[in-house]
């Protein structure tokens, strides 16, 4: 398959390199975060730490509303990966299954909105939303990332490859197209929703500039602007504690990813077809 | 036959898209004659205002404006903890979308941009706020307007270590350019030190290390119409910086996030310039007994004196506030001696009322008086709204000079043309 053995060697060596340079920094910020601010700035730096402590820890669930800024990032991620698994992969079957006038030139545009960076849309998209009265409101927060068009394309993309025989077999068996959408298309989906559920969730997770703009009080804000808040000042940074930090807000993406990852390696959908 | 349709829906689209990013009205700028706010209405304050804060500051403003709150039963203060990270970003956007809070702090060199963005309000002129160092109280005007107060400052001192200092054969703090140079020298040779001082190499906020030594010998970076970089007195300045690198008493590649804090207690690199906030940083990791080690002092004079940079936050009341009476009492209680005092002990933010200054807690501290004593010299950069645009030109031919020794005279030359078509943005 891969060759001779000594290939494969080759090959796991490139790849245990790989792994070690991905792991090395996710250690550092595990062990980190039990160090003192002492020694985390200490040279040349140490890994295991010297002098345990779980300060850090404590700081971070003293100080902040843990729980508070919790819930809101659960909310919002969770909200902007389900509208996302939903509409995404509706407009997806439609441009890719339907035929209706000017499909083609909806997707253009789906494509077109592709191309312009976020930084763009920023300050329109915030003033429809502070028109809307959704400034400080969760669902400011997550209503305008509902769908996005990088979803639909991948989506479309995907359901492509879908064989049209079986939107064919279910219109012949008299479905109608959100009963073949959602028993026929969705199902076969597994592994564009997968992929799209965790980059979503990932995304909405760690967005750091909209939530901070949007909420206007504490009660709203998310993990990652609460973080910004506390650690980091005017001319200084607090480490430890930004690290502890980190550790917490990397755990729930981590568990976002062992549910969705087995789906990632699952069959082809289009075995559905003999 | 469909290509048409679909290439003009397109351009539609975009173009559509493209307008709205662009749609914002101009305003009219904060040029022309100085301006003073109305007068604020006599009595109590009453009414809920909205305060937005950066960081350490937003966590601790709460507590004091309770006692605000205790001296006007009326008046209701929300305090909004705001992270410093994109904190810029939020306030741009918040004055486009006018959803602005009734006052705020804000940087010092953001002043210039939101006065030309015509979102803050001029100072009213009965309002009782004076006694500020002069440096500070220059953050706050634009084109002669003020429109604020500064709240806290900072500014730069030399650090250096007094027992090394002492194997090197100095027991006190230079005072003269070449006194720096020798100390510093002296400290590689005889205390067995790296590098005798760390100096930021060029990047972003160096130009806060170059321009106190500029400032020392008379360099103004304004007059009054347009900057002025090719100066002869710049010059001086930065050739002078350039030696340290060159001779290898300073670190040519010292990273961009620098190890100072670790140097500094190992002995490494025993002298750098920075802010009041080094103080518990050093001595963290320098441990028990460090505070005794080392000690700060003021920059070595030029032939105009000793001076520093002046940083720290402004606090501003914006044009859309509801409560814009209110707001102001709130600016006017931040500054008031007695409070400001109170401030540095909550925060131990460093008072910008000159008189907060005589309190014990700050006049017995022997290094805290030392950053006093700069303070009354200590310079704040012209608040053009461009000048951040500006500054990042001179960032980057110091990088130029530092690393590379690309000649000074050219490097500052390319700053002023940069300068020049950026303009004053006034």
Redesign the interface.
């Known amino acids: 398959m891969l060759g001779s053995r000594k290939q494969q060697y080759w090959l796991y060596g490139v790849l245990a390199v790989a792994l070690v340079a991905v792991i090395a920094p996710f250690v550092w910020m595990v062990l980190g975060s039990f160090k003192t601010t002492g020694e985390l700035r200490q040279s040349p730096p140490t890994w295991w730490p010297e002098t345990a402590t779980l300060d850090n820890y404590t700081q971070l669930f003293a100080r902040l509303d843990f729980g508070g800024y919790f819930t809101n990032s659960i909310v919002v991620a969770t909200a902007v990966t389900a509208g996302n698994l939903v509409f995404c992969s509706m407009l997806g079957y439609a441009l890719a299954m339907l035929d209706f006038r000017g499909k083609r030139a909806l997707f253009v545009v789906v494509m077109t909105t592709l191309m312009i960076p976020g930084v763009v849309t920023f300050v329109p998209l915030f003033v429809l939303v502070a028109n809307a009265g959704l400034v400080d409101t969760l669902p400011g927060l997550f209503l305008p990332f509902l769908v996005s068009p990088f979803g639909v394309f991948l989506m479309r993309q995907f359901i492509l490859g879908l064989p049209r025989d079986l939107v064919d077999a279910g219109r012949v068996d008299g479905a109608g197209e959100l009963r073949i959408y959602w028993r026929i298309i969705l199902p076969l989906c597994g592994p564009a929703l997968a992929t799209l559920g965790i980059l979503t969730f990932l995304g909405s997770w760690n967005n750091f500039l909209w939530p901070l703009v949007v909420a206007q009080t504490e009660q709203s804000y998310t993990l990652p602007v609460a973080l910004a808040l506390y650690s980091t000042g005017q001319n200084s940074t607090q480490y430890g504690l930004l690290l502890a930090g980190a550790t917490v807000v990397v755990l729930p993406v981590l568990v976002v990813f062992m549910i969705f990852q087995r789906r990632f390696i699952e069959g082809i959908a289009t075995t559905g077809i003999k | 036959m469909?290509r048409p349709?679909?290439t003009a829906?397109?351009l539609v689209?975009?173009a559509a898209?493209?307008l709205?990013?662009c749609?914002?009205a101009e305003t009219d700028g904060a040029g022309g004659e100085p301006q003073t706010g109305t007068d604020v209405a006599e009595g109590a304050a009453d009414g809920t205002i909205?305060v937005w804060a950066?960081?350490?500051e937003?966590?601790k403003l709460p507590d004091l404006a309770a006692q605000f709150e205790e001296e006007n039963p009326g008046a209701k203060v929300?305090v909004?903890?705001?992270?410093?990270?994109?904190a810029h970003?939020?306030f741009t956007?918040?004055i486009?979308?006018?959803?602005l809070?009734d006052a705020a702090m804000v940087?010092t060199t953001w002043m210039g941009e939101f006065a030309g963005l015509d979102a803050l309000d001029p100072l009213p002129e009965n309002l009782e706020v004076d006694g500020f160092f002069e440096g500070a109280q220059g953050t706050t005007e634009v084109d002669g307007t003020s429109y604020g107060i500064p709240w806290y400052v900072?500014t730069r001192l030399l650090y250096y270590r007094t027992d090394l200092a002492e194997q090197a054969g100095f027991d006190e703090a230079p005072t003269t350019w070449e006194g720096l140079k020798e100390m510093a020298k002296a400290m590689q040779t005889e205390a067995g030190a790296e590098y005798g001082i760390g100096l930021q190499a060029g990047g972003t906020g160096s130009w806060q290390t170059v321009m106190p030594f500029a400032w020392g010998e008379g360099a103004e970076l304004t007059d009054g119409e347009g900057y002025t970089f090719d100066t002869p007195e710049m010059l001086e300045a930065v050739e002078y910086y350039q030696s340290f690198f060159d001779e290898g008493i300073a670190n040519k590649s010292a990273p961009a996030q620098p190890?100072t804090?670790?140097?500094f207690v190992?002995g490494d690199v025993p002298m750098f310039i920075s802010?009041p906030?080094m103080m518990s940083?050093v001595e963290?990791?320098?441990?028990e007994g460090f505070e005794d080690k080392y000690s700060v002092a003021k920059i070595p004079e030029g032939s105009a004196g000793s001076s520093s940079f002046v940083g720290g936050?402004d606090f501003v009341v914006f044009k859309s506030s509801q409560e814009r009476d209110t707001a102001w009492k709130f600016v006017e209680f931040l500054a008031d001696p007695e409070v400001q005092a109170t401030w540095y002990d909550m925060s131990t933010d460093l008072p910008s009322v000159q008189s907060a200054w005589d309190t014990d807690a700050l006049a017995s501290d022997e290094k805290l008086s030392v950053f006093g004593e700069q303070l009354e010299t200590a310079k704040a950069p012209p608040s053009y709204p461009t000048w951040e645009q500006v500054v990042a030109s001179l960032d980057t031919e110091l990088e130029k000079v530092t690393k590379t020794g690309a000649d000074p005279a050219e490097a500052l030359k390319t700053v002023q043309q940069q300068a020049d078509s950026i303009g004053t943005g006034q």
């Open positions: 469909r349709t679909t829906l397109v689209a975009s898209l493209t709205s990013a749609g914002r909205t950066m960081g350490a937003g966590e929300n909004t903890a705001i992270p410093w990270d994109a970003d939020k956007t918040a486009t979308a006018n959803s809070p940087g900072e190890t804090e670790p140097d190992s802010g906030w940083a963290e990791v320098g441990g936050s």
